[in-house]
């Protein structure tokens, strides 16, 4: 590609409402330009990238004997009212009229597609186990997109979709995807990307596992245990909490005066929060309020509250639905309440804590679970810390923060059962298949790879993803000799199958630089008149120290033997 016909305009100035360094240099480097809030136009050398990743996750996905298939952005209402979606899910399913007035929706995902096209196709057990994906756009009206490709409301996914006769047959293939899952994140330049042990949102089903990005920049709270290096999504995180056994002391009740919060709690007492039992109050969509007592210094974890009221929506509560159910606001305690109240493990055997009196102006001393508020719930609810005890080996975790790249989950008869596909099994009779779904960001990949590979002017593409493989860079295009080796190169290396962008505009180094350096092609060649005088051109590769001088008839034969070593690393 010649530079000069190349519709890629490179931007100097840091777009004013970005911070991502992929969203930066994704508009910055010419890669996309914005049509609306969240969404996209790609230029060419992002659609290259683009293309790279997905014949990638294609390889991959055929690997594990995948079937390629297309499904419609738009659908009927119909497909989702089998599944019961069209109601339950939010706003961010975008739902408009046809010209019939027909009710229609923009696919945020295609599990009621997947499973109509493949009850209509496939009847007997014989036809077992089978996967159907996709690459395709993807519309979800995000109240926050944001960040550009990285949370945007149109963008392109892989999803693929499993059908199995048996458990033990879907737990298997579950388990191939996975492995394919890192090869492609390993092939794509982010081996680094972990599997995560997750929460299945709306899609349901049981088990379930987000591919994360390690990084500063992730919108995901993740909880790593340092011991057994498991990795789990924060929102489905627990902790053990062990205490040194005490004697159950007598209640005392003490004045407390201006004293609602924890924080002026510690300050007047001296105690820390660990030693405190908390209450949050929350009214839910039934206009029922419930009561959660919970370690002073913990929060409570939304995600599993949620599935503690049964997906029920809530909200907290206000004062007045506090003190109907028998507590005073800043001063309540779980006793004596008139509504359900849970008790988080981090309090149900800790000794001897301060909550509150119910009572304004009055704390409690040596408030105990088990013996204050024995009809009290034990539940798992609150948020893990950083420093928590693992559950499962007793080491401590640490915080960290991810960004989902990938997302697998085990969805079982949900959805076909509730659409009414079915197989004949051995013995004639109608049996329910079991179905897994798997899905990649495909831009959102994308933009990760530059979070995890960049410098301080702009991208550093892995070989197997770059947009090109070589860029060929000419000082002084206006002598003779320049010019006739830069085309000459270009043209072998074009003739050769090589992927090159050759900046032919004859512009100075410096721009020239720093528009190849937001382009971030891994090797570039400079054809310039000090070395030419030699018989030279310099090599140079983006990211790193490594460049030296090559003698112009060599570097053909350079770059092939470059390219299949670089390459090496991105194998499957
Ligand atoms: P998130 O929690 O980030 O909103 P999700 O869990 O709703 O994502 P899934 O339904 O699991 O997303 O979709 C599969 C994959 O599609 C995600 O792992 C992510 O890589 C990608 N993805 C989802 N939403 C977006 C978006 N708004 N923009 C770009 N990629 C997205
Ligand atoms: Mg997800």
């Given amino acids: 590609m010649r530079q000069s016909k190349l519709v890629s305009r490179k931007h100097k100035e840091k777009p004013a409402d970005a911070t991502l360094a992929s969203h930066v240099y994704l508009l910055r480097g010419g890669y996309m330009r914005l049509v609306a809030n969240g969404i996209y136009s790609l230029l060419m050398p992002a659609k290259r990238i683009q293309h790279k990743i997905e014949t990638i996750i294609r390889e991959e996905m055929d690997k594990v004997d995948g079937q390629e298939v297309m499904m419609p952005v738009v659908l009927p209402r119909e497909l989702w009212d089998e599944s019961d979606r069209w109601d339950s899910v939010g706003p961010e399913l975008l739902r408009f009229k046809d010209r019939t007035g027909h009710d229609m929706l923009l696919a945020m995902t295609h599990e009621e597609a997947c499973t109509a096209l493949a009850r209509a196709d496939v009847t007997s057990y014989r036809d077992y186990p089978f996967m159907l994906y996709q690459i395709q756009t993807k519309y979800r009206d995000e109240a926050r997109s944001r960040g550009g490709l990285m949370r945007a409301r149109e963008f392109t996914m892989k999803d693929a979709y499993s059908f199995h006769t048996t458990k033990e047959d879907m737990d298997d293939y579950y388990l191939k995807v996975k492995d394919a899952y890192y090869r492609i994140f390993s092939r794509i330049g982010l081996p680094m990307v972990q599997a995560i042990c997750a929460d299945s949102g709306m899609m349901g089903g049981k088990e379930t596992h987000e591919f994360h990005l390690l990084s500063d920049v992730g919108e995901d709270k993740i909880v790593v245990c340092d011991g057994c290096h498991t990795y789990y999504n924060s929102e489905i995180a627990s902790a053990v909490y062990q205490y040194e056994p005490e004697d159950l002391l007598p209640l005392e009740k003490i004045a407390t005066p201006n004293t609602k919060t924890i924080e002026d709690l510690v300050k007047l007492t001296g105690v820390a929060p660990q030693k405190m039992a908390k209450m949050v109050f929350y009214t839910t969509e039934k206009n029922e309020t419930v009561a959660v007592i919970i370690r002073g210094d913990l929060e409570v974890n939304e995600t599993k509250l949620g599935k503690l009221l049964g997906g029920c929506l809530f909200n907290f509560a206000t004062d007045e639905e506090v003190y109907k159910v028998g507590a005073v606001p800043g001063y309540a305690s779980g006793i004596g309440l008139t509504c359900k109240v849970y008790a988080d493990k981090s309090v149900a055997n800790a000794y001897n804590l301060i909550c509150g009196a119910n009572e304004e102006g009055f704390h409690l001393k040596n408030f105990n679970v088990s013996r204050d508020t024995p009809k009290a719930e034990i539940v798992d609810i609150a948020t893990v810390q950083d420093g928590d005890i693992c559950p499962q080996c007793g080491a401590k975790m640490h915080l960290a923060r991810g960004i989902e790249v990938g997302h697998i989950f085990k969805l079982g008869d949900k959805y076909t059962k509730s659409m009414q596909m079915t197989y ?102 400079i054809v310039a008149p000090k070395a030419m005088a030699e018989g030279k051109i310099e090599y140079k590769v983006r990211g790193t120290d490594e460049r030296g001088f090559i003698a112009v008839a060599d570097v053909l034969t350079f770059v092939q033997n470059w390219i299949s070593k670089e390459m090496e690393k991105y194998k499957s």
Wanted: hydrophobic share 40%; net charge negative.
């Fill in 424 to 525: 004949t099994d051995e013995n004639g009779e109608d049996k329910t298949p079991l179905m897994a779904c798997y899905g990649i960001g495909v831009g959102r990949s994308l933009a990760s790879v530059i979070e995890m590979h960049h410098d301080d002017y702009g991208p550093i593409w892995p070989l197997s993803i770059a947009p090109w493989q070589v860029q060929i860079n000419a000082m002084g295009l206006d002598k003779k000799a320049i010019k006739d080796t830069a085309e000459k190169l270009y043209a072998d290396l074009t003739n050769a199958g090589i992927e090159v962008l050759y900046d032919d505009r004859n512009l100075s180094a410096g721009v020239q630089f720093a528009e190849a350096d937001l382009t971030g092609i891994p090797l570039r060649l």
